[in-house]
């Protein structure tokens, strides 16, 4: 009885158009930042590194160079600080996590790029 509560209030949190997008991808996360009583949204930008949790847990970690210092920063998938993720390319990858990514600077860090074919959601019969 109590599994099927909580997930009934994990789907009630859940996003229906939820971002897609794999490990490898360059991606820009717009993310909804409060300061006092004004609201803004920041970008976010960089390569997935990392795709983990599932459910409502579900968390992505995106990484960047910002003078010569790796930044990485953790969103989940379901927040509603996060306003939309845009895929600006993909890339081609063999690992489910690019940690070695880490240790790479400048030529190193570039991917391979594959052109993906965008999914388009679920026709609603009328």
């Not at 229906?16 to 970008?43: L, N, Y």
């Amino acid at each position: 009885m109590s599994q099927e509560l909580l997930k009934k209030a994990a789907q009630s949190s859940m996003k229906t158009d939820a971002p897609v997008f794999e490990v490898g991808d360059t991606v820009e996360v717009s993310v909804r930042i409060v300061e006092g009583e004004k609201e803004r949204v920041q970008i976010f930008g960089g390569v997935v590194i990392r795709i983990s949790g599932h459910g409502v847990s579900e968390t992505f970690t995106v990484r960047r160079i910002v003078n010569k210092q790796g930044v990485e920063r953790t969103f989940p998938f379901h927040s509603p600080k996060v306003s939309g993720v845009k895929v600006l390319r993909g890339g081609k990858t063999r690992r489910a996590k690019l940690y070695f990514l880490r240790d790479r600077v400048g030529k190193g860090t570039r991917l391979r790029q594959v052109a993906r074919a965008k999914k388009k959601p679920a026709a609603t019969e009328e």
